[in-house]
């Protein structure tokens, strides 16, 4: 069994990455972290909790993380997800959170753990986990390894030309994580837009007669029209089946500075890394969709 930690920003992707975590006796689910991304820190705290409710989970803590990026004075947040990061689906009453920042937490739940036995997904802002490295430098090493959702290498951007949503929301941050020497396994855009959601398959959901289906259904109809990818179930499972994927390493560099090109993805590959640049990440470009879809929606089919 692999132990894990989900830091997010629920977002309907985050929601699927959480309810296949859920559905998975494979995974131990740690703790859940939460950021400002799709939505506000508040709602995105709140989406998790009722998230993990809903999938019987009740008893996985969730822990309040950062309301602002690094060097920003507001959130980037967006409405793809809608108001609520969610589509408008009623996912039932919340439970309050747990007491104590996500970064603390962060921090206290990979130092109480052995070295490399925790596995760190990330698929949000980097922000919580640049504030935990930065309170506790080198923690984010103790990580067996680190599994992000993020950036744009060889592909245009979905926010701007030059970044993905994640890394645009805190470039500051995405530059901190993936400098920190942590074992980084990148699945961004180049991976994640091979992730396609066919209609069938959302549909699916509606035939299945439980409260996390439903809630599985309504959700991906909010969100397909937009942007039918999987996103944030990618690093979740790769976890469960590291042969859905192909990857390459190579060494990645964010720029961090305001302006039109924040949060671009500097890749080097192969004859690219000179000796001053050793790789730092291994970034998924493959995705077997068909097997993808088929994991998830297993997984999903078992919950309450």
Do not use: K
Not at 65 to 70: I, K, T, V, W
Not at 107 to 126: F, N
């Amino acid at each position: 069994m692999r132990h894990i930690i989900i830091d997010c920003d629920p977002g309907i992707d985050d929601a699927l990455a959480l309810l296949l975590a859920a559905g998975s006796p494979a995974l131990e689910l740690l703790a859940v972290t939460t950021v400002a991304g799709n939505r506000p820190v508040a709602t995105t705290s709140v989406n998790a909790r009722r998230l993990l409710d809903l999938a019987g989970r009740g008893r996985v803590p969730v822990y309040a993380g950062a309301a602002r990026p690094l060097g920003y004075a507001e959130p980037r947040c967006n409405l793809v997800h809608g108001e609520d990061g969610v589509g408008g689906v009623d996912l039932g009453a919340a439970a309050p959170v747990q007491e104590g920042h996500a970064a603390v937490r962060l921090v206290e739940l990979l130092a109480a753990h052995p070295p490399h036995s925790v596995e760190l997904v990330a698929v949000g802002p980097l922000t919580n986990l640049a504030l935990a490295e930065s309170l506790a430098p080198g923690i984010l090493r103790r990580a067996r390894r680190l599994l992000v959702m993020g950036g744009a290498l060889r592909v245009p951007g979905n926010v701007t030309p030059a970044a993905e949503f994640n890394f645009y929301a805190d470039p500051v941050a995405a530059e901190m994580v993936l400098a920190s020497g942590a074992n980084t396994m990148l699945f961004p855009l180049d991976v994640t837009s091979s992730a396609i959601m066919s209609p069938s398959w959302i549909g699916s959901f509606g035939e299945l007669d439980t409260a996390c289906g439903r809630a599985a259904a309504a959700m991906l109809r909010a969100y397909a029209a937009l942007d039918p990818l999987l996103h944030d179930a990618c690093p979740v499972a790769w976890l469960l089946d590291e042969t859905l994927f192909t990857g390459e390493p190579c060494h990645l560099e964010v720029d961090w500075r305001p302006g039109a090109t924040a949060g671009h993805v500097l890749a080097r590959f192969g004859e690219m890394m000179d000796g001053g640049h050793q790789a730092n990440a291994m970034a998924m470009t493959a995705v077997r969709n068909d097997a993808l879809l088929a994991l998830v929606r297993a997984a999903i089919g078992t919950l309450p």
